[in-house]
Structure formats: C-alpha cells, structure tokens
C-alpha cells in the first residue's frame, strides 16, 4: 500500500462523511501531523477533487469527485443492464426500485427508480446505507461469505434505528433464510418508517454483482406475495442479462408462496 494514496483516499472518505472540515479537523481525525494532511490537501485541491471555501476556510470534496463518479456510472453495466427492468418493477408494484453494489461495509445505490405515482421524491442515486441495515445490503452478504466476514467481523455494528439487527449471529442465521428465499427483508432497520426487500443480482462468475430491491412504507408492509413474485423475476432477468447461469447464486429458491413473507418484524438488537 502506497501511504500518500491512503492517506488522500482517507480525507476524501471524511469528507464525504462530514462534508465540511478545517485543515485542523482533517489531521486530528486522522492522527496526522497539519504539515503532513497540509500537503496531500494542496495536492487535492490541484486536481479539484477538494475545494476550499472562501469564507470559512474548510474544504469540502470538489467537482472531479462528481466527474469521476458519473463516468463509473456511465461504465457500470450492472446499472445498463437494470435500468429498464427497475423501469418496469416500479410500475408493476407501484414502489421505489433502488439498485446497489457494495461499497466496503456500506452499499451505494447506483439506480434509483421513483415511484410513479407522481409524488415529489429525492433523487437517491450515491447515497449510502450501512449493508448490515439494509434489504440490499443483505442480499449481496448473504452470497458473497467473504463480504459477509468483512463486515461482521470487523468493528462493531452500527444501529441505524432500535429496529436495526447488529448481532452478527443473528445476521448470519438471517443469511441462511435468505439463500433459501433469495429475498432479504428490513423493516425500519435504517430508516423509520420505511422497509424494504431486495433480491440479489448475480453475475457470470456467479457471485454476487449487486442487489435490486424495492422501498415501502411500513403502511405498506408486509407486501403483497405478487410484489415479491415482480421482484424475484426481475432479479432473475437482469442476472441472466448479466451473464449468470442460474439464480439465486447457490442453487434455485422456493416459491414466493413458501417464503413466509409475514413474519413478525424484528425485535430490537
């Protein structure tokens, strides 16, 4: 490892997190000399990947992140290959489609697919969400054992909300169900009121590429066993689309009308 690239990798992912912050606030965040953080910040700043502030002084990330970051966008076939399948989802369920791939411990969701009901909605394409919290997140652990070691044995996990399960056994034994199903489930786990299920999306190396997943409100829930039918072929045409030989991953899941889609919501960890 290249110390000055992790070093600049690491000031990029403060920034991304806190947005704003001093020359001061970057070093002690980071256990660096200002000298030290001083240089690779002008080096950044060169490049526009970070911008200062005239008033404040505290930098923030610039403009070639967002360049950077549309052309992965542009290059991702995963997002080519799903966009008129989550197209079609959203207006056979009447949800939100989000597509995700991971993103260290988090996943990023790299399509977005408004409801169309015609309601003013975020654009959510770059936010992130902790895997361990989320139906995508779930979706893509549950096949991928080293992802899934990465993240529950690493530092401990964060509730996002009391409804958010951070026991890792517990999370393991829920990535068992979701091989059978290939449906992972939340509710309100990252955010209140609203929950989700995702369907992993494999490709030809048969791993897990990503995850497709749908957003309700706990109005909503559970959903209806046809949502989840909608889901599971879209999953299943897109990883074709991909080049997977077979989905899920491991072997071929039961009926939506097996999965026991509703089961009591989970207890707080």
């Not at 008033?55 to 360049?67: C, E, I, M, N």
């Not at 992130?128 to 979706?139: F, Y």
Request: proline fraction near 6%; charged fraction near 25%.
């Amino acid at each position: 490892m290249i110390q000055s690239v992790d070093r600049a990798l690491r000031i990029l992912a403060l920034l991304q997190g806190d947005h704003r912050l001093s020359l001061g606030e970057i070093a002690q965040r980071l256990g660096l000399p200002a000298s030290t953080v001083h240089g690779i910040v002008r080096t950044l700043l060169a490049h526009r990947m970070v911008v200062q502030e005239h008033d404040s002084g505290q930098y923030r990330l610039g403009p070639a992140v967002l360049t950077m970051g549309n052309v992965y966008l542009d290059t991702l076939e995963l997002r080519s290959r799903v966009t008129p399948w989550a197209e079609d989802l959203a207006r056979r369920t009447g949800l939100a489609v989000r597509t995700a791939v991971m993103l260290i411990d988090d996943v990023v969701v790299v399509h977005h697919e408004p409801r169309p009901d015609g309601s003013r909605q975020m654009p959510e394409v770059g936010i992130v969400i902790p895997a361990h919290a989320c139906a995508l997140g779930k979706a893509i652990l549950a096949f991928d054992d080293e992802l899934a070691d990465g993240v529950l044995e690493g530092a401990a996990l964060r509730g996002m909300t009391g409804q958010t399960v951070t026991d890792p056994r517990q999370l393991r034994s829920l990535f068992d169900q979701i091989r059978v199903t290939g449906i992972a489930e939340e509710v309100e786990e990252a955010v209140l009121g609203e929950c989700g299920v995702a369907a992993v999306l494999s490709d030809r190396f048969g791993g897990a590429a990503g995850a497709i997943g749908l957003v309700a409100s706990t109005d909503e829930w559970p959903l209806d066993p046809a949502v989840l039918t909608s889901l599971r072929s879209a999953a299943r045409s897109v990883s074709r689309e991909l080049g997977a030989a077979s989905w899920p991953p491991h072997g071929e899941a039961p009926r939506v009308s097996e999965m026991g889609t509703r089961r009591r919501r989970p207890r707080p960890a």
